[in-house]
DNA sequence: CATGAATGAGGTTTCATTCAT
DNA sequence: TATGAATGAAACCTCATTCAT
């Protein structure tokens, strides 16, 4: 009941943020959908910019343990590009609040992007960087790159927003399979 | 002269919207960047909202009519699938920041965007349905379109921000047939 | 134990109202430079101005006490003159706080200095009229009381920024010696 | 008409900072006082502070330049310590808020203040230890500072209180001369 | 057409004080 | 006694918009 609040601050302002963009969403807006009022926020934090970076590092953090421990598990190239596209739509579909936020954060505030460790864009990078180098991915990886991230995204809006259909799961396993044939097994140069 | 200030105020309006965000560039900002007054603006425009939605109604409008133009043109659906897309390229590299600001106005306005009619997003929407349609594109269209506008909005990002390199023509024109080739000759069910 | 508590918060309070001003210190300030919590504070006191009241209560009857004494002690208006002008600056070195608060508080809140009893300044004042009534005086009492007083004041300051150097014990000799000195000796009308 | 208010916000700031003290005093009660909105204000200062830092700047320079005009004109040490007495006094009585808040600045902000050149203090300083050096004063600089300050700071204070009473000219001489007397004359070590 | 001062609503933040525990 | 979350008023500041000139 105590550290509640605090958490239920992060929600709603997560919530919110994602919904209706940060500077567009005020304090008193994030107080209201607590049901607290605007001063108690700032027994818990110090600012707006701080929930606004604490949220990022928070779900960025989270979204990149996951792909950490799945690229540690798998053993092909082919089950670790697959399973991290997958991780990253599962995150995406749990917590659409969050993913959305992500992007918003990286689009508004690329700047600052520098300042956290832990961003998942960088292993996934990596990963295709590394397959790259192998010979596995033809593809040249800045291109692989930009079809992966792009359509990870687009994939999770159109899912948002019904024009792609289907259960969650299978939509995942599509996206994941897609990808692969298309940057991998169409061996392009 | 008297059009020329007005162009000024929507020239500056849209750098500084694609640069900052909307809700972060003050009418303050835009009159300054343009050498005129704040109360000048309003003699051009009824509102910040005025501008913001001519900004996105005048890019939007051009996209449109050159993709429709690529469109008639093209004989075959290789060829308008590969012109449409060196068209968005063509002009996301040549106005970055309309080609950022239509971005940011359907991250954040993806509401009011039903309010316009010539939304770029559809005739290329359209294009893919029909290519499917006609078993030229086995891939689902909607996760068809989901790689292409994807991939588009990141080969952008990446070349302006250097992780892709080389001369913009040809980005567009590998772009064009990376995409060709996933989605098409690679054919996948 | 509890009376502790109490003290603490008035020393606190004390040295940060002196440090910083009465108004830009908060009562947070002062709980967490005593340990405790804002709440806490309320339950030894019933605002912040009763710890601004209390402390220049305390303080100034401190000194006026010791004024009393050293006045009642004294044989010569001399060894009195002298003697006060020691004790000034005998507290504003020991307490220095204390001395800077009460000057503060003197000019921030005049008004509510009649409020009290036992103000220093009075016994100053008093001495110096009666030595002026009785003949030892020339100087007029207004202008003596204004060398005097803005003295005491300056010499602590002084003292403290490092502008006057030397032994404390030196420097209240010194200036006391310096004041009969200018005032009496030099029979000025 | 236009430049006035500008003006304006500085005086009434002037006004009420020198009576009721900085903190003490809000952006509100100016804007009362010069009969605008909060909001106006800020199209003259960028903030609160610009108005503390600007009114010290303008006020300090002010006395600034009249006593370095006097030193300039006076021929002997003589004249030329009881004319700063005299100019110190001069500015005190006909800008009393003006003087009261420099004081206060100079105590509430004491690191702030080497941020400006163009303190009256300064030239005061050099004006002792110069006389100090050449053998007319045999009284120690930093004594010699301290009541000088400290009386003038008294004189003015209780002149306004109407603890010292006369016309305002008999003030300034009278002060000058026992200082004078007080601090060269009766030759002390 | 343009200026630039002003408004007024609303934003972020601060803080003395209260209160349930 | 003490905690610390919460309140509520008020502080500073921002900004789209209006308006007299």
């Known amino acids: 009941m105590v550290a509640r609040t605090r958490d239920l601050i992060l929600e709603e302002a997560l919530r919110l943020f994602s919904e209706k963009g940060i500077k567009e969403t005020t304090i008193r807006d994030i107080a209201r959908a607590v049901g607290i009022t605007e001063g ?12 606004v970076y604490e949220l990022f ?19 092909t ?17 749990k917590k659409p609040d969050a993913f959305r936020y992500l992007n918003i954060f990286h689009y508004l505030r690329s700047r600052e992007v520098k300042k956290f460790k832990h ?58 399979q897609l990808l692969w044939r298309s940057l991998v097994e169409c061996s392009q140069s």
Chains 1, 2, 3, 4 share one sequence.
């Open 40 to 51: 108690a926020i700032y027994r818990h934090f110090e600012s707006k910019d701080q929930i």
């Open 57 to 75: 590092e928070k779900y960025s953090s989270q979204l990149y343990e996951s792909i950490e421990k799945v690229l540690k598990k798998a053993r």
């Open 77 to 93: 190239r082919e089950e670790q590009f697959k399973k991290v596209v997958i991780t990253f739509l599962d995150f995406a579909f």
């Open 119 to 176: 961003i998942p864009f960088l292993l996934l990078k990596e990963l295709i960087v590394g397959m790259h180098a192998e010979g596995v991915l033809k593809t040249e990886p800045e291109y692989a790159l930009a079809v992966v991230t792009g359509t990870l995204e687009r994939v999770f809006l159109y899912k948002s927003m019904g024009i792609i259909k289907g259960r969650k799961s299978k939509v995942k396993e599509r996206t994941a």
